[in-house]
Nanobody, 121 residues
């Protein structure tokens, strides 16, 4: 299984970015994809996930600003991030789970490399 995150960059407060996670190698359709982030000096936190049935979950601090979606034809999961704040700056990771969906890192067996998001004026 491989997960490839991309789309990070520098954005001003209030701006938007869309992250992509290209997924390959799952042998069944039952898997969830989550987005985690880790800022310097802080613990990694789960911020959003989407299940195989398109159920979605969000960390409270990103609800209403971030939207997770998946395009099964492209084997890609997206995280649309709007109204970005300086506190959203972090390295963002996508992760895959065949066990369950949720925002807890121990649920996820597969991890991609990170993509960095910087929010600064």
């Amino acid at each position: 299984v491989q997960l490839q995150a991309s789309g990070g960059g520098l954005v001003k407060p209030g701006g938007s970015l869309r992250l992509s996670c290209a997924v390959s190698g799952f042998t069944s359709d039952y898997y969830a994809i989550a987005w985690f982030r880790q800022a310097p000096g802080k613990e990694r936190e789960g911020i959003s996930c989407i299940s195989n049935t398109d159920d979605t979950y969000y960390l409270d601090s990103v609800k209403g600003r971030f939207t997770v979606s998946r395009d099964n034809a492209k084997n890609t999961v997206y995280l649309q991030m709007n109204n970005l704040k300086p506190e959203d700056a972090a390295v963002y990771y996508c992760a895959g789970s065949t066990k369950a969906s949720g925002l807890l890192s121990f649920l996820y067996e597969y991890w991609g490399q990170g993509t960095e998001v910087t929010v600064s004026s």
